[in-house]
Nanobody
Framework: QLRFVESGGGLVQPGGSLRLSCEPS????????IGWFRQAPGKEREGVSC??????YYTDSVKGRFTISKDDAKNTVYLQMTSLKPEDTGVYYC??????????????????WGEGTLVNVSG
């Protein structure tokens, strides 16, 4: 089954940092737009950050705190999260599409969704 595997979540205090990783099961990330999405308890899933071959996108609430990156050699996409806030709590998923980064992050209609990794900002 083709899907992403997310990792790196955990329990962290407000102000702390985490780095999430997103690896595909059996395909390469070439030409794809990869997105990080999150779903907080009782809320709809939202696009956090997306990276295409040409650009990146961040939702307003994470600008200046989160950085998305892609390591072609490791075929992995990362989400470095700093200055975490309780409202960042949620299950973080990654998925892929072929559209521009802002289009994908706002539509949320992608492929190869993983099972997610839980980020809990509490303290």
């Amino acid at each position: 089954q083709l899907r992403f595997v997310e990792s790196g979540g955990g329990l962290v205090q407000p102000g702390g940092s985490l780095r999430l990783s997103c690896e595909p099961s059996r395909f390469t990330l070439d030409y794809l737009t990869i997105g990080w999405f999150r779903q907080a308890p009782g809320k709809e899933r939202e696009g956090v950050s997306c990276i295409s071959p040409t650009d990146t996108y961040y939702t307003d609430s994470v600008k200046g705190r989160f950085t998305i990156s892609k390591d072609d050699a490791k075929n992995t996409v990362y989400l470095q999260m700093t200055s975490l806030k309780p409202e960042d709590t949620g299950v973080y998923y990654c998925a892929a599409e072929f559209s521009a980064s802002h289009v994908f992050c706002n539509s949320g209609k992608g492929y190869y969704w993983g099972e997610g990794t839980l980020v809990n900002v509490s303290g």
